[in-house]
């Protein structure tokens, strides 16, 4: 049950020459739920909201600051702690996606070596769960390095980053490995003919295609990893969830706990669910049949 | 190529070894540093009110964060605080990640073989249950199968564990034991008596609860320096000034700024030490 | 056993290496104790979130708009806010508002416990993502051999039950393999509701016995050593169940 995508109307052409897709099986259903789920959300926001705005009636009898009043004066910290989580997702990121090529590539190699080992320090880093890799970085690495007389300090956040980018590592080393080997044996074979270099083949031919291939898992990914940075907390590291807690230790207010850990948790939402929706789109949009 | 390699490889090791060398040089006294340096890095609570906690502007304040000011303003220099917990505090000093450690503290034989602890004892407190009125507790031992809430990393946790037999609970900071405690996910919290005691004469939602056994195991608490400065200029000053600190009462004094009950240990040091 | 305790004493007075499971019976008995509760943790969540990513994705194919909504909107909260914060959700804001049960003596306490929130909290971010993974390999399944069940008269019911269901287990069993690894992984955030599993107890224990640099070795190890157990396992079972012509040769 072919159709045309919409999205490639209008591009001019053969029809003939657009891609073939298949529709999504559900999409008008998608749409739906896109329709309701917006709708829902915003009754839900709407009535949070009033609800909170009868709370801070309710406590102005009761001479005691509101529910949304401590909110408020609490968001300019939370916040900023919460762009602390962000600048750690990208510093993550760029680490280990910069490692895990580095790793992918040797574990394609034809070195045995080489790919051996580096197939074994994947493994180990898919494994070993993250928090138990965050503890070891923060304890295990020293606070500062002395380099030729100068020294360097590694605050306990520098090592969180490190502690994170290891496990992006390791997945990036494996999307890379896996996008390699999906590479279709004729375009190795026919650069082979052309008498391409092993290094020419990968960096002129391989690679750019992978680079799609790679692109939805690896958005995912920095999903994952973004929702992975409140670990950092468990650990010592001033983030939103270390500032939350220590909110609700200053205010002790029973009643604080649902309304300030619902709030934190829509920002997360509202920053990884567009990511996580593009990325489904990004997925489809590259999606090659056969 | 394999020739270019093996020399990479030569040269990184070489690298590698220099980056060692250089950094295992000696430690240069503390005191010298922190002058130099013009700042001194001081572990504090973030979580313990009114000792260290957060005020709404992202700010640490309380006693201890005072005496921390007090110790930064004898020395001419600024104050830059590091917020710790029970269970990283010493591994930072020992790293040498902050420069003083003043984190309501126990002081005990066992934490003496890896930090400095400063004497004479700043502060001291006993180990205690916040625990509701309901509960009818009278006796430790009437905590055995009971599940109790713990901060973890405390140095009682394992007296208490194996003296009376509790299910310790142990959360990693005050605010979430105090919830769990509120729910009734635990019975009682074990804590130190003066933050219970503080909590229970100043904060209203703990109206329904007491602290209802006999506090044990006194501990003085001890502000801490790296283990090899003990003995050298950094710990001859802070020794004066904690001495100072009993003599000229502003211990006692800042006890009752921040609302917590007076303490005989503080009494006692102030009559020993007054002169 | 006391020749193993002499050994590891041996270890600490001279090499500074300081094992202390190794001869202490208390420190011991509080490894296994993380041991066993992040084996029995594991496994009750991984079977709870398969059946609850079976009975969404069923639910996911359903005519009604309504429970379909529900479904992805419980997906795209599980899947979109960190898994920590809502452990902290589920333990301390529901929790505080669950109605109380009597713990006799005057006192109450919540019907759920810690592991129990940890479990509930673990199976549904983990059952969120596998209702994608199920759905992804229900669209896998030809529409002809769908319509071929329908010919031959089975219900959708039935059909999903004897024809569907096993085939798009095993196209989506790689998928499913990763999530159970990664769920396994997520276990050690029970630590921060004092759940005593594995890396709570290590870390009580190296509080206790200042060694954390041995401790925090022999978590990793322990860590990577079960999960190796689970991917050998999962690979085999793959192995078993594979047929020719769907999914990787």
Known sequence: MATVDRASEGRGGFAVMLPFRLAPRESSVWRFADWISLRAAVVLVAGLWLGLAVDAFAASAAAQPSILSLMVKWSPVLFGGFLFNLLISFLSMAIGTAAGIILGLFQVSLRIPLRRSAWVVTQFFRNAPWLVLLFYCILLIPFELSIFGRTVPFPDWIKAVFGLSLPVMAYVSEFVRGAVQSIPSGQWEAAESLAFSRRKTMTMIILPQCVKRVLPPWMNLYAILTMATPLVSIVGVQEVMTLTRAALGAENRVDLLIPIYLYVLSWFFIYCYPISRYTVRLERHFTVIG | MYLRLFKWALAFAALVSLVGAIASTAQADQLQTVKSRGKIVVGVKQDYKPWGFLDPSGKIVGLEIDLAQDVANRLGVKLEMVPVVASNRMEFLAQGKIDLLVATMGDNPKRREVVGMIEPNYYAG???????????????????????????????????????????????GIPEASAALKNGNCVAFVYDNTWIESRLSEDKQWAAYEMPLVTEDFQSWAIAVALPELKGPFGDFMRKVSVDWHKSRKLIELNRKWGIKDNPFLTEMHNKYKG | MDRIEVFFRWLHETQRMNFTIGYDAYDRGRFFVGLLTTAELSIICIVLSLLVGVTGAWVQGSRSALLRNVTHGYIAFF?????????????????????????????????????????????????????????????????????????????????????????????????????????????????????????????????????VREMMNLVLLSYVAIIAVLVWILHHWERALRIPGFGRP
């Open chain 3, 79 to 211: 899947r979109n806010t960190p898994p920590l914060i809502q452990l902290y959700f589920f333990y301390f804001a529901l929790g505080s508002i669950l109605p109380q049960i009597d713990a006799g003596g005057g006192l109450t306490r919540p019907p759920i416990s810690g592991f129990g929130w940890a479990v509930i909290s673990l199976s549904f971010f983990a059952g969120a993502l596998n209702v994608e993974i199920f759905r992804a390999g229900l669209e896998a399944v030809p529409r002809t051999t769908v319509e071929a069940a329908e010919a031959l008269g089975y219900t959708r019911w039935q059909s999903y039950r004897h024809v569907v269901l096993p085939l798009a287990l095993r196209v989506s069993l790689p998928a499913l393999g990763t999530n159970l690894v990664n769920l396994v992984k997520t276990t050690t955030l029970a630590y921060a509701i004092a759940v005593p599993e594995l890396l709570y107890v290590s870390a009580q224990i190296w509080s206790d016995e200042l060694n």
């Open chain 2, 126 to 172: 006993g180990t205690n249950v916040l625990a509701p009125k309901a509960a009818g507790l009278k006796k430790w031992t009437d905590l055995k199968g009971k599940k109790v809430c713990a901060i973890q990393g405390a140095y009682y946790n394992k007296r208490v564990s194996t003296l009376y037999g509790p299910d310790l609970v142990a959360f990693a």
